[in-house]
């Protein structure tokens, strides 16, 4: 007993924690950046806890003390609580519905009163990991069939679609990055490969002229009947396979595509994601803004522009600790929160982006090796969790702020300004880490 | 345990390598290949300030400054931090009403934002900057900004100083290349326009750091490219600015001008030209309204006339015709010329001579007799060897330029007139090639086409003076650190009178002496210095109307080594020896001896200064602008604009009737409209001088 205990302490995977820590202390240095006023007492007011890097701080603070517990407790709780936990955290989000807090344009918060609000589709990714991985770890599961892929799927797309309606389509998006764990537990690759298909598509209609992309899609499909006719003659149904699979790709980017962007996505969204590849949206077709009656607010990509700028204009080696004219300037708007990456790539340039984003692979290759490694499949799975919770997080946030993909509110993990974000990444890594320490053991 | 699709792991690395290699891509192609990036971001943030320096300051010959800079102060507001100050203890501070201050944020804040700092009120008197700046704590948001300004200590000699303006689109034009921008001060008359570009400085630039509102957070990299500013070079004038304090003193209500000049120099002692103003009074907070008022002021208080203005030289003009006699020979010191009461060689009998008697050119210059000049004059244009009157004139008129007359002489100040001197292409457009000197015979005697500036005819005392060799008249004897746009390069040259030798004159300054002597200006010598001087009295006519008489004297002191020149005239002011030349005579003591002796001399200068002189026109008009503003201050019971008509078209003919002069002929209200508002009386008046003048001291 007294054996085991010594060996699961010494079994705390020291390498995740020395980066957990590295990457906050990270975020903490940045967020003074974009705080910083010159003439201030910087330890006074680090210490006061009034300016955003102070409570960021102080959140910090909370997370050690949160991590320990987590660390002291027993791997069993976890896997024992873990559907009831995804449960709690559904009814969270259905009481956002009713006692909810508007912030900043979405019903998603709920105020805990002293100031501080709780977003409950944060936490809900912590449980629906676990839920996840407790339902694919059940010993009656056979992930190669569909019932099992379906009810996984539906785990991971309800608080989706719960944070769809609450208007936060970047967390909905969050959900999206289990597909990854269920491709690691045996999903068909045909199915990311037909979503990347899909998701090609998509773009090539918002690129080419509707009519022009039919007549291609028609061409590509008539090659592929010529190439493939020997084969048609021998199997009969590989002709009408081709057929659909036309006839779908056409139905899509003539009636599915448009109908979403007109239909489900705010104006703003469908504007953003146009001018992604360069596009302008008309507005007048959406029929949200038509309902609004509001005369459509000119969009402006002032945020990606000045945070392109920030970081373009750090060069190689940056302009240095505290030199960032666009940081100093408040030129970033949302710079302590989703923009914090900028100033970083303004003040240490190209070098220290790199090993910026070399910290954060090393870390996800790192859980993936933890993953890799784990005796008991709950472990495993919620490792993949894990790692593809953080990948999408980091590689949305990187992207939206150089210019690679639309701006959705996606926080850097434990980089950005706020509690709730922070508090999560932590629970999600230290629950990792208390697995972690019991690999030896098969959690069911 | 399973093992299951553990190969599925290497992929999923595999699709985070790929997903970091395309971030770590678009990173190179923005950090590394993409320049634009960087202007941009210094685009946004570095906010070029421009560090203006002080302005030269101007001096004068005994090292006081004439025109300094000075600090006032500029009470500047930040609304937003500004908010819940007690406004009723601010306005009452201000002396304004709630209402006033409310509409002024608003404005502030509607043309430049809330967050940035912008002027509540510009230059606070220095009463109203101490009860400002002790109650200044209570008021959070609002701060007192120095502003630096240009004095005129000796409130002086504001028409050749000058004043500075902001500059204009069109002086933005013409000054493309020098760096001006909008809203900058520049020279706009006087030495501050000659000499701006000394003046001026070299502007410095800061570069600092602003935020996404404006607001300045600091300095650019500690200021590593910065330029700083270099103040303006100082001038140092020629200007005696007590003797410019009298010359103004004795000049109050008067219309006229007063060059004096030191000889070996061509240095400017003086330089009034009246009526004038307090320089001071177009600098402070009411700046525009003040300048406003001095435009409209019908005695035209900006115009520079010692140099602006051209006159009929009158008798003065005498010593000129004198001296080109003696010259080309037609007469000799002991030539004499008898006078009958007119001067009957064109049969006319004009012009006339209040002096019968027979004169050489002593007495002749003495008591001013026409008849000799007009003889003089004659001979010297028909001289068998000219063949013609037109080349006469044209000999008369080299020797008339090489004294300086007829064109610029290139003072240091902008806008010069020319003067002229009558050609005679311009007599044949009007008497036909057959033109005899009969014609112009009035030029003789300085009335005619012949007109001169001011400073002109200071020159030709100074010329006079020096036998022969003037430098032309400037203000600026030198600049601080040296001439670097060789501004001063021309007044370094000595300009030599053409064929005149020295007893001529020797002659005609014994002439100028004995008009102070026992001439037309032994009224008023000065006992203990020699003083050439020669007095005239210029007729002239106002749209045909025959005018008071102009007023002149020109002199030089002492005759031997002399170091003053003076020309002095008085318009509408009547003989030369009444006003013109007193005030010459007090200004040469002044100069001479620093102070004027003896409780006489004292007086005089008492009684010039009280004596008033304005125009009767001019009078007439500065009262209908009163009665106009009184108008507009009394409670309006009948509409204003009747008024103000009922005093155009009623009072100005009655009033015009009181004083005794002509009825205006029912067109001239007219073309008084059209050219402006206010009547100019002395705009029109140089052009319609007459030919035919009457015999004339």
Same mark, same amino acid.
């Given at each position: 007993m007294n054996d085991r205990k010594k060996n699961s302490t010494q079994n705390f995977d020291a390498t995740v924690m020395w980066l957990y820590a590295i990457l906050v202390g990270i975020g903490i240095l940045c967020i003074f950046m974009v705080e910083y006023k010159p003439g201030i007492d910087v330890f006074q007011s680090f210490i006061s806890g009034k300016t955003n890097y102070g409570k960021q701080l102080i959140f910090s603070g909370i997370c050690v003390v949160l991590a320990t517990f987590i660390l002291l407790a027993d791997s069993k709780l976890f896997t024992a609580f873990a559907n009831l936990m995804y449960a709690f955290g559904i009814v969270l989000m259905l009481a956002t519905f009713v006692i909810g807090k508007s912030i900043s344009g979405s019903k998603s918060w709920i105020p805990l009163g002293g100031g501080f609000n709780l977003q409950p589709a944060e936490l809900c990714k912590v449980f629906t990991a676990l839920a996840i991985a407790k339902f694919l770890s059940r010993q009656e599961t056979d992930f190669t069939k569909l019932k099992s892929q379906i009810i996984a799927a539906a785990i991971a797309l309800m608080p989706a679609v719960l944070s769809i309606a609450q208007h936060e389509l970047g967390l909905a998006l969050v959900y999206l990055t289990f597909f990854i764990v269920m491709y690691r537990e045996g999903l068909p690759p045909g199915i990311l490969v037909i979503s990347f298909s899909f998701a090609v598509l998509v773009v090539a209609t918002l690129l080419i002229e509707p009519n022009v992309l039919a007549i291609l899609l028609t061409i590509i499909a008539a090659i592929t009947v010529y190439t493939l006719r020997r084969q048609i003659k021998r199997k009969k149904n590989l002709l009408p396979i081709i057929i659909s699979i036309w006839m779908i790709c056409v139905g899509i980017q003539r009636f599915v595509v448009p109908y979403i962007f007109n239909n489900t996505f705010e104006c703003y969204q469908s504007t953003r994601i146009y001018s992604m590849v360069g596009k302008e949206y008309d507005c007048s077709q959406n029929k949200k803004a038509q309902k609004s009656s509001k005369p459509p607010k000119k969009t402006d990509d002032y945020n990606v522009r000045q945070s392109i700028i920030a970081i373009g204009s750090g060069g190689f080696w940056g302009k240095g600790f505290l030199k960032g004219t666009q940081t100093r300037g408040k030129y970033v708007p949302e710079q302590h929160t989703d923009f914090i990456f900028t100033s970083l790539g303004e003040a240490f340039g190209f070098v220290g982006c790199t090993v910026f984003l070399g910290l954060y692979l090393f870390l996800l290759f790192r859980i993936v090796r933890i993953a890799e490694r784990q005796r008991s499949t709950f472990s495993r799975v919620y490792a993949y969790c894990v790692a593809s919770i953080l990948f999408f997080h980091i590689t949305v946030n990187v992207c939206m702020t150089i210019g690679l993909f639309p701006i959705i509110g996606i926080p850097l993990p434990l980089i950005s300004y706020g509690g709730s974000s922070l508090l999560t990444f932590t629970i999600l890594l230290f629950i990792l880490l208390r697995l972690d320490a019991d690999r030896q053991m098969v959690l069911r | 345990m399973s093992v299951y699709n553990q190969s599925r792991s290497r992929s999923i690395q595999i699709i985070f390598v790929l997903v970091f290699i395309v971030i770590i891509g678009q990173l190179i192609h923005l950090q590394i290949f993409s320049s634009k990036y960087d202007v941009l971001a210094r685009n946004n943030a570095i906010f070029r300030k421009v560090i203006y320096p002080d302005r030269g300051i101007i001096f004068d010959r005994k090292k006081r400054a004439i025109l300094e800079n000075s600090i006032m102060f500029d009470l500047v507001v930040t609304p937003n931090e500004a908010k819940g100050i007690d406004t009723a203890a601010f306005c009452a501070l201000l002396n304004i009403d709630t209402a006033n201050y409310k509409k002024r944020i608003h404005d502030i804040i509607f043309k430049n934002t809330a967050v940035k700092p912008s002027v509540f009120e510009p230059l606070l008197s220095p009463e109203m900057y101490s009860k400002v700046n002790e109650n200044l704590y209570k008021f959070p948001g609002f701060v007192l900004q120095e502003r630096s300004i240009r004095t005129y200590p000796y409130n002086a000699a504001g028409n050749i100083l000058g004043y500075i303006q902001e500059v204009d689109t069109g002086f933005l034009r013409r000054h493309k290349d020098e760096g001006y921008e909008m809203g900058d001060y520049a020279g706009y008359t006087g030495l501050e326009r000659s000499y701006e570009k000394i003046l001026m400085g070299q502007r410095g630039i800061k570069q600092l750091i602003r935020d996404n509102k404006s607001r300045i957070q600091g300095s650019f990299a500690n200021g590593e490219y910065d330029t700083a500013a270099v103040a303006g070079k100082n001038l140092y004038s020629s200007i005696d600015v007590e003797l410019q304090q009298l010359g103004e003193k004795l000049m109050t209500n008067k219309v006229g001008s007063i060059v004096a000049i030191n000889p070996k120099t061509g240095g400017v002692l003086c330089m009034v030209s009246a009526p004038n103003y307090n320089p001071n009074y177009i600098t402070g907070s009411q700046r525009k309204k003040h300048l406003g008022e001095l435009l409209l002021d019908p005695r035209l208080p900006l115009i520079n006339r010692t140099i602006g203005t051209k006159y009929s030289p009158g008798s003065t003009f005498k010593t000129m015709v004198g001296m080109i006699g003696l010259a080309e020979g037609v007469? &000799? %010191?002991n030539s004499t010329i008898g006078c009958t009461g007119a001067y009957l060689g064109c049969g006319t009998g004009k012009p006339k001579c209040l002096d019968p008697g027979t004169f050489k050119l002593t007495e002749a210059i003495a008591h001013s007799c026409n008849t000799y000049f007009a003889t003089v004059f004659r001979r010297t244009l028909d001289q068998p060897k000219f063949g013609s009157a037109d080349s006469g004139l044209t000999a008369f008129n080299r020797y008339a330029a090489s004294f300086g007359l007829g064109d610029k002489l290139g003072v240091d100040l902008p806008s010069e007139k020319r003067g002229n001197l009558p050609t005679s292409k311009y007599y044949r457009k009007i008497f036909?090639?057959?033109?005899?000197t009969c014609n112009i015979i009035s030029n003789a005697i300085g009335q005619g086409e012949v007109e001169t500036t001011i400073v002109q005819l200071a020159n030709v005392m100074s010329t006079i003076a020096n036998k022969g060799w003037y430098y032309t008249p400037h203000l600026i004897d030198s600049i601080e650190g040296g001439d670097e746009y060789a501004l001063l390069e021309k007044f370094k040259e000595k300009h030599y009178t053409k064929g005149v030798a020295d007893t001529v004159f020797n002659a005609v300054q014994d002439g100028m002496q004995a008009v102070m002597d026992f001439g037309t200006g032994s009224g008023f010598k000065i006992d203990g210095i020699t003083v050439c001087g020669k007095t005239g009295t210029v007729e002239n006519y106002d749209k045909g109307i025959k005018q008071k008489n102009h007023s002149f004297f020109g002199a030089f002191a002492p005759r031997e080594n002399p170091k003053i020149a003076i020309a002095v005239i008085c318009e509408n002011a009547g003989f030369g020896a009444a006003y013109s030349g007193p005030i010459a005579s007090l200004l040469i003591e002044k100069y001479l001896r620093d102070s004027i002796a003896g409780k006489e001399r004292k007086d005089k200068v008492e009684s010039m200064t009280k004596t008033n002189l304005i125009p009767p026109k001019m009078q007439m008009a500065l009262e209908r602008i009163d009665s106009i503003k009184r108008a507009k201050l009394k +409670? %309006? &019971?009948? +509409?204003i604009e009747e008024d103000s008509i009922s005093v155009e078209e009623e009072v100005v003919p009655s009033n015009l009737l009181q004083e005794g002069l002509p009825n205006i002929p029912a067109k001239s209200p007219e073309s008084n409209k059209k050219k402006s508002p206010a009547i100019l009386p002395n705009a029109d008046k140089k052009n319609s001088l007459k030919k035919n003048a009457k015999p004339k001291r």
């Amino acid at each position: 007993m007294n054996d085991r205990k010594k060996n699961s302490t010494q079994n705390f995977d020291a390498t995740v924690m020395w980066l957990y820590a590295i990457l906050v202390g990270i975020g903490i240095l940045c967020i003074f950046m974009v705080e910083y006023k010159p003439g201030i007492d910087v330890f006074q007011s680090f210490i006061s806890g009034k300016t955003n890097y102070g409570k960021q701080l102080i959140f910090s603070g909370i997370c050690v003390v949160l991590a320990t517990f987590i660390l002291l407790a027993d791997s069993k709780l976890f896997t024992a609580f873990a559907n009831l936990m995804y449960a709690f955290g559904i009814v969270l989000m259905l009481a956002t519905f009713v006692i909810g807090k508007s912030i900043s344009g979405s019903k998603s918060w709920i105020p805990l009163g002293g100031g501080f609000n709780l977003q409950p589709a944060e936490l809900c990714k912590v449980f629906t990991a676990l839920a996840i991985a407790k339902f694919l770890s059940r010993q009656e599961t056979d992930f190669t069939k569909l019932k099992s892929q379906i009810i996984a799927a539906a785990i991971a797309l309800m608080p989706a679609v719960l944070s769809i309606a609450q208007h936060e389509l970047g967390l909905a998006l969050v959900y999206l990055t289990f597909f990854i764990v269920m491709y690691r537990e045996g999903l068909p690759p045909g199915i990311l490969v037909i979503s990347f298909s899909f998701a090609v598509l998509v773009v090539a209609t918002l690129l080419i002229e509707p009519n022009v992309l039919a007549i291609l899609l028609t061409i590509i499909a008539a090659i592929t009947v010529y190439t493939l006719r020997r084969q048609i003659k021998r199997k009969k149904n590989l002709l009408p396979i081709i057929i659909s699979i036309w006839m779908i790709c056409v139905g899509i980017q003539r009636f599915v595509v448009p109908y979403i962007f007109n239909n489900t996505f705010e104006c703003y969204q469908s504007t953003r994601i146009y001018s992604m590849v360069g596009k302008e949206y008309d507005c007048s077709q959406n029929k949200k803004a038509q309902k609004s009656s509001k005369p459509p607010k000119k969009t402006d990509d002032y945020n990606v522009r000045q945070s392109i700028i920030a970081i373009g204009s750090g060069g190689f080696w940056g302009k240095g600790f505290l030199k960032g004219t666009q940081t100093r300037g408040k030129y970033v708007p949302e710079q302590h929160t989703d923009f914090i990456f900028t100033s970083l790539g303004e003040a240490f340039g190209f070098v220290g982006c790199t090993v910026f984003l070399g910290l954060y692979l090393f870390l996800l290759f790192r859980i993936v090796r933890i993953a890799e490694r784990q005796r008991s499949t709950f472990s495993r799975v919620y490792a993949y969790c894990v790692a593809s919770i953080l990948f999408f997080h980091i590689t949305v946030n990187v992207c939206m702020t150089i210019g690679l993909f639309p701006i959705i509110g996606i926080p850097l993990p434990l980089i950005s300004y706020g509690g709730s974000s922070l508090l999560t990444f932590t629970i999600l890594l230290f629950i990792l880490l208390r697995l972690d320490a019991d690999r030896q053991m098969v959690l069911r | 345990m399973s093992v299951y699709n553990q190969s599925r792991s290497r992929s999923i690395q595999i699709i985070f390598v790929l997903v970091f290699i395309v971030i770590i891509g678009q990173l190179i192609h923005l950090q590394i290949f993409s320049s634009k990036y960087d202007v941009l971001a210094r685009n946004n943030a570095i906010f070029r300030k421009v560090i203006y320096p002080d302005r030269g300051i101007i001096f004068d010959r005994k090292k006081r400054a004439i025109l300094e800079n000075s600090i006032m102060f500029d009470l500047v507001v930040t609304p937003n931090e500004a908010k819940g100050i007690d406004t009723a203890a601010f306005c009452a501070l201000l002396n304004i009403d709630t209402a006033n201050y409310k509409k002024r944020i608003h404005d502030i804040i509607f043309k430049n934002t809330a967050v940035k700092p912008s002027v509540f009120e510009p230059l606070l008197s220095p009463e109203m900057y101490s009860k400002v700046n002790e109650n200044l704590y209570k008021f959070p948001g609002f701060v007192l900004q120095e502003r630096s300004i240009r004095t005129y200590p000796y409130n002086a000699a504001g028409n050749i100083l000058g004043y500075i303006q902001e500059v204009d689109t069109g002086f933005l034009r013409r000054h493309k290349d020098e760096g001006y921008e909008m809203g900058d001060y520049a020279g706009y008359t006087g030495l501050e326009r000659s000499y701006e570009k000394i003046l001026m400085g070299q502007r410095g630039i800061k570069q600092l750091i602003r935020d996404n509102k404006s607001r300045i957070q600091g300095s650019f990299a500690n200021g590593e490219y910065d330029t700083a500013a270099v103040a303006g070079k100082n001038l140092y004038s020629s200007i005696d600015v007590e003797l410019q304090q009298l010359g103004e003193k004795l000049m109050t209500n008067k219309v006229g001008s007063i060059v004096a000049i030191n000889p070996k120099t061509g240095g400017v002692l003086c330089m009034v030209s009246a009526p004038n103003y307090n320089p001071n009074y177009i600098t402070g907070s009411q700046r525009k309204k003040h300048l406003g008022e001095l435009l409209l002021d019908p005695r035209l208080p900006l115009i520079n006339r010692t140099i602006g203005t051209k006159y009929s030289p009158g008798s003065t003009f005498k010593t000129m015709v004198g001296m080109i006699g003696l010259a080309e020979g037609v007469i &000799d %010191v002991n030539s004499t010329i008898g006078c009958t009461g007119a001067y009957l060689g064109c049969g006319t009998g004009k012009p006339k001579c209040l002096d019968p008697g027979t004169f050489k050119l002593t007495e002749a210059i003495a008591h001013s007799c026409n008849t000799y000049f007009a003889t003089v004059f004659r001979r010297t244009l028909d001289q068998p060897k000219f063949g013609s009157a037109d080349s006469g004139l044209t000999a008369f008129n080299r020797y008339a330029a090489s004294f300086g007359l007829g064109d610029k002489l290139g003072v240091d100040l902008p806008s010069e007139k020319r003067g002229n001197l009558p050609t005679s292409k311009y007599y044949r457009k009007i008497f036909g090639s057959k033109w005899q000197t009969c014609n112009i015979i009035s030029n003789a005697i300085g009335q005619g086409e012949v007109e001169t500036t001011i400073v002109q005819l200071a020159n030709v005392m100074s010329t006079i003076a020096n036998k022969g060799w003037y430098y032309t008249p400037h203000l600026i004897d030198s600049i601080e650190g040296g001439d670097e746009y060789a501004l001063l390069e021309k007044f370094k040259e000595k300009h030599y009178t053409k064929g005149v030798a020295d007893t001529v004159f020797n002659a005609v300054q014994d002439g100028m002496q004995a008009v102070m002597d026992f001439g037309t200006g032994s009224g008023f010598k000065i006992d203990g210095i020699t003083v050439c001087g020669k007095t005239g009295t210029v007729e002239n006519y106002d749209k045909g109307i025959k005018q008071k008489n102009h007023s002149f004297f020109g002199a030089f002191a002492p005759r031997e080594n002399p170091k003053i020149a003076i020309a002095v005239i008085c318009e509408n002011a009547g003989f030369g020896a009444a006003y013109s030349g007193p005030i010459a005579s007090l200004l040469i003591e002044k100069y001479l001896r620093d102070s004027i002796a003896g409780k006489e001399r004292k007086d005089k200068v008492e009684s010039m200064t009280k004596t008033n002189l304005i125009p009767p026109k001019m009078q007439m008009a500065l009262e209908r602008i009163d009665s106009i503003k009184r108008a507009k201050l009394k +409670p %309006v &019971d009948e +509409p204003i604009e009747e008024d103000s008509i009922s005093v155009e078209e009623e009072v100005v003919p009655s009033n015009l009737l009181q004083e005794g002069l002509p009825n205006i002929p029912a067109k001239s209200p007219e073309s008084n409209k059209k050219k402006s508002p206010a009547i100019l009386p002395n705009a029109d008046k140089k052009n319609s001088l007459k030919k035919n003048a009457k015999p004339k001291r």
